[in-house]
Antibody, heavy 120, light 108 residues
Framework: QMQLVESGGGVVQPGTSLRLSCAAS????????MHWVRQAPGKGLEWVAV????????YYADSVKGRFTISRDMSIKTLYLQMRGLRPEDTAVYYC?????????????WGQGTLVTVSS | SYVLTQPPSVSVAPGETASISCAGN??????VHWYQQRPGQAPVVVMY???DRPSGVPERFSGSKSGNTATLTFRRVEAGDEADYYC???????????FGGGTKLIVL
C-alpha cells in the first residue's frame, strides 16, 4: 500500500527556517521524480519544487527559488524540503507528491500534507 | 511564466452534463492532467494525458482538448462529484509544473 507521510510543519516566525520531511512506503522510491506542491488557505494548488529520481535535476518555482531546497535520501526513502527566509505568503499546506514517470506525466500520488504557518 | 485559466465555478443540476475548461497558450503541444480535490483532502488525478482515465474514476468523466483549450466533462452529474478541479501541465520552456486556478463544481 502506497504511503507518503509528511511531517515537520508548524508555526514559525518570518525569516526563520523549517525542514519538511516526507516518508515514502510501498513506492519504488528510486524510480520516481518527486515534488512538493503547496496550497495556501482557501487558495489553489501551487507547484513548489521537483527532484529527479537520481537527484541530478532540481527545479523550483520562482516564488521559492534561492530560499527553498529540495533533496532526497534514497537509503531511507525520504524526501525533504528545506525552507529558509520564510515569509507570511509561504503559509500553506505542503504536499509531497509522486510523479508517475517524468516530464509531462501526471502527479499520481499525493500525501495528506503538512501545514506551515508563518506568522509573528 | 506559463498560465492556465479556469472558470472559478461551474454549477449543474444532478443528472445533467457539466464541463470545466482550461485554457493556455500552445496547449495543443502539452499534455493536460486533471485533479479532483474534495474539502479537507489531498488532490487525486482523475484524467491524465488529456483523455486517459485512471482506474476507479467513473466512466462518466471524460477529457478532451481542442486547440488551446482542454475540457473535463461530467455526464450524469452526481452530488459526490462536487469538488474543486484543477488542470495541470508541464511547461518545458521553464521546467515548471503549472496548475490552473481551479474550478469549483457545484451540484445544485
Amino acid at each position: 500500500q502506497m504511503q507518503l507521510v509528511e511531517s515537520g510543519g508548524g508555526v514559525v516566525q518570518p525569516g526563520t527556517s523549517l525542514r519538511l520531511s516526507c516518508a515514502a512506503s510501498g513506492i519504488t522510491f528510486t524510480n520516481n521524480d518527486m515534488h512538493w506542491v503547496r496550497q495556501a488557505p482557501g487558495k489553489g494548488l501551487e507547484w513548489v519544487a521537483v527532484i529527479s529520481w537520481d537527484a541530478k535535476n532540481l527545479y523550483y518555482a520562482d516564488s521559492v527559488k534561492g530560499r527553498f531546497t529540495i533533496s532526497r535520501d534514497m537509503s531511507i526513502k525520504t524526501l525533504y524540503l528545506q525552507m529558509r527566509g520564510l515569509r507570511p505568503e509561504d503559509t500553506a499546506v505542503y504536499y509531497c507528491v509522486k510523479d508517475r514517470g517524468g516530464y509531462g506525466d501526471p502527479l499520481d500520488f499525493w500525501g495528506q500534507g503538512t501545514l506551515v504557518t508563518v506568522s509573528s | 511564466s506559463y498560465v492556465l485559466t479556469q472558470p472559478p465555478s461551474v454549477s449543474v443540476a444532478p443528472g445533467e452534463t457539466a464541463s470545466i475548461s482550461c485554457a493556455g497558450n500552445n496547449l495543443e503541444t502539452k499534455s493536460v492532467h486533471w485533479y479532483q480535490q474534495r474539502p479537507g483532502q489531498a488532490p487525486v488525478v482523475v484524467m491524465y494525458h488529456d483523455t486517459d482515465r485512471p482506474s476507479g474514476v467513473p466512466e462518466r468523466f471524460s477529457g478532451s482538448k481542442s486547440g488551446n483549450t482542454a475540457t473535463l466533462t461530467f455526464r450524469r452529474v452526481e452530488a459526490g462529484d462536487e469538488a474543486d478541479y484543477y488542470c495541470q501541465v508541464w511547461d518545458g520552456r521553464s521546467d515548471h509544473w503549472v496548475f490552473g486556478g481551479g474550478t469549483k463544481l457545484i451540484v445544485l
